[in-house]
């Protein structure tokens, strides 16, 4: 797995803006539901995937982008962590076992002795919105189709919903929530990006469908983290792509570059099933949240607000067992470039203002004091820690301050941070853990 470092550091480009096509009416939906035989798609059958979608940008698909020649379109989408806000995901990785594309075509079926068009699909964990491809490594899946269904009515084009099942054709791949796992209080650094490339002589036949705009249609709708009905906008989807051509410039004049589009506000047609989806599942809780901060700089779903306008998060992942000693404790919204300290106490008593935020954490249950997990971190480009193997580092501590089965222990990190009330130093949220055997 490549860094998400060398992307977040590319800026995104100033976005063109284009008018797409207004998509056929007629729409039609296929699956592949066997893996190829011959032919490998199958209309007007169910694929039978049951798997809920974790990504899904599907409603009200209206409107198309004609591929003149070589052309690749890149665009991006976020699939939710555990820890991610405002929505709520269930895992820190997804195995994509379904997946569903949108596309307006004129070719022929094969069923009624046409080619039909062939497509190229490339997906990987992290990107930036409008980056240069150039900076995003090797995919994490390619998935190549060949034969895909055209029009059955040779001569006009049609609107193509195509589901394709991935484990029945051994595809199936891996994509990390929130782009490397953990969500990172950024919305540009959590996002997937995936790419769609028709192959062969395409000549503006057809072209990538979009979908999900965001006036009409609810963000995450129809996949497992909501429960609004219907369809909706892709979560993290947002109103620009990318179009690259080894030709430049294009042969018909298709614009390259960052693109957005005019009139209209959202992504390509894409829906992505995973199973299972994990029920959210923590070793211990957060507490002490950025209420009645020291200057008014509260933030009440993380800790209080830092520099940057909102607080940096405490969250913890593993389990909370002495013996497997699988525990790690990560934070984000730090202070870049900057230093973090963890330290834990055994008493929670009521919040008091230290620097620019509340501490939470003090001595209690047997620990004269607290314990620090030092030296301080590095926070790094993204403002970001992890500590693992917490039970283990324990031990260099007295006997009064190390993790042992049974004992509830509370954590905070304490971080520089230069901005509001101007004390110098910030804290995340708290953390408790009650440690098993």
């Not at 240069?132 to 190549?144: E, H, I, Q, T, Y």
């Not at 933030?299 to 306008?309: L, M, Q, T, W």
């Not at 963890?342 to 929670?348: D, P």
């Not at 954490?361 to 790094?380: C, I, N, Q």
Request: glycine share 14%; with cysteine; charged share 15%.
């Amino acid at each position: 797995m490549y860094s998400i470092l060398p992307l977040l550091a590319v800026a995104a480009a100033p976005a063109q803006e284009v008018l797409p096509r207004k998509a056929p009416a007629a729409v039609r939906r296929v699956v592949v539901a066997d893996a190829p035989t011959g032919v490998p798609w199958t209309s007007g059958r169910s694929a039978g995937l049951t798997q809920p979608f974790v990504y899904a940008n599907r409603c009200s698909p209206s409107a198309w982008y004609p591929q003149c020649g070589l052309e690749t379109f890149y665009d991006t989408g976020r699939l939710p962590s555990e820890g991610s806000q405002p929505i709520v995901g269930g895992a820190a990785s997804y195995r994509i076992e379904g997946l569903e594309f949108g596309y307006v075509t004129s070719e022929t079926d094969p069923a009624l002795g046409g080619s039909g068009p062939s497509v190229e699909l490339r997906f990987w964990s992290v990107g930036s919105p409008c980056a240069s491809p150039d900076a995003l490594g090797a995919p994490d899946k390619v998935l190549v189709l060949t034969g895909l269904p055209g029009t059955d009515t040779p001569g006009s084009s049609q609107t193509i919903l195509a589901e394709v099942d991935l484990t029945a054709l051994a595809e199936d791949f891996v994509l990390l929530a929130d782009g490397d796992g953990a969500y990172d209080h950024d919305p540009d650094a959590d996002l997937f990006v995936w790419s769609i490339r028709f192959l062969g002589k395409v000549n503006g036949r057809t072209g990538p469908l979009f979908a999900g705009n965001p006036d009409q249609c609810p963000e995450g709708a129809s996949t497992a983290w909501s429960s609004s009905p219907g369809e909706g906008t892709g979560i993290g989807s947002r109103n620009n792509f990318w179009i690259q051509s080894p030709m430049s410039p294009s042969p018909c004049g298709l614009v390259q570059g960052c693109v957005t589009f005019t009139g209209l506000q959202n992504s390509f047609y894409l829906g992505l099933r995973a199973d299972p989806v994990a029920a959210p599942s923590h070793p211990g809780y957060p507490f002490c949240f950025g209420v009645a901060c020291p200057c008014a700089n509260d933030d009440p779903d993380f800790g209080c607000a830092n520099v940057s306008g909102q607080g940096a998060f405490l969250m913890g992942a593993g389990s909370p067992s002495v013996s497997a000693d699988d525990l790690i404790l990560t934070s984000f919204g730090l202070q870049p470039l900057s230093f973090a300290l963890l330290f834990h106490g055994g008493g929670a008593p009521l919040p008091m203002g230290f620097g620019n935020a509340r501490l939470c954490v003090g001595s209690g249950g047997g620990a004269l004091g607290l314990y620090r997990y030092g030296p301080p971190r590095a926070t790094g480009p993204l403002g970001a820690v992890s500590i693992q193997s917490i039970a283990s580092l324990s031990q260099s501590f007295e006997v009064g301050g190390r993790i042992d089965p049974g004992e509830t222990w509370y954590f905070q990190i304490w971080y520089r941070d230069p901005g509001a009330c101007g004390q110098g130093s910030n804290m995340t949220n708290a953390y408790g853990i009650s440690f098993l055997p």
